[in-house]
């Protein structure tokens, strides 16, 4: 397993813009897929965006496509989520999860989760 911190949420107004990072610790970060997924209150966990542990392939929700782009430095272990356009529906927790999955949207698939960043966006 990979241990995951999540830092850069906050409060945002509508049509702002956040970057999240997410840093992994271990050696063996290269190995897995990294995927962002987010929990607003009262709902269940949605997918957000995906990288293969070669950045070949991203993989996006509709909700997010065109706006928050997924991207990751092997070299210093950490993967971002850029997230432009913000809306108040993206209000939520924040999380960033490890797979050995070549890549994954499906909650079940990711073995590692950091503990989650806020993001809130005000209309």
């Known amino acids: 397993q990979v241990q995951l911190v999540e830092t850069g949420g906050g409060l945002v107004q509508a049509g702002g813009s956040l970057r999240l990072s997410c840093a992994a610790s271990?050696?063996?970060?290269?190995?897995?897929?990294m995927g962002w997924f987010r929990q607003a209150p009262g709902k269940e966990h949605e997918f957000v965006a995906v990288i293969s542990r070669d950045r070949s392939t991203t993989l996006y929700a509709d909700s997010v496509k065109g706006r928050f782009t997924i991207s990751r430095d092997n070299a210093i272990n950490t993967v971002y989520l850029q997230m432009n356009g913000l809306k108040p529906e993206d209000t939520a927790l924040y999380y960033c999860a490890a797979t050995i999955s070549y890549t994954s949207t499906r909650r079940a698939d990711f073995g590692s989760w950091g503990q989650g960043t806020q993001v809130t966006v005000s209309s």
């Open positions: 271990g050696r063996t970060f290269s190995s897995y897929a």
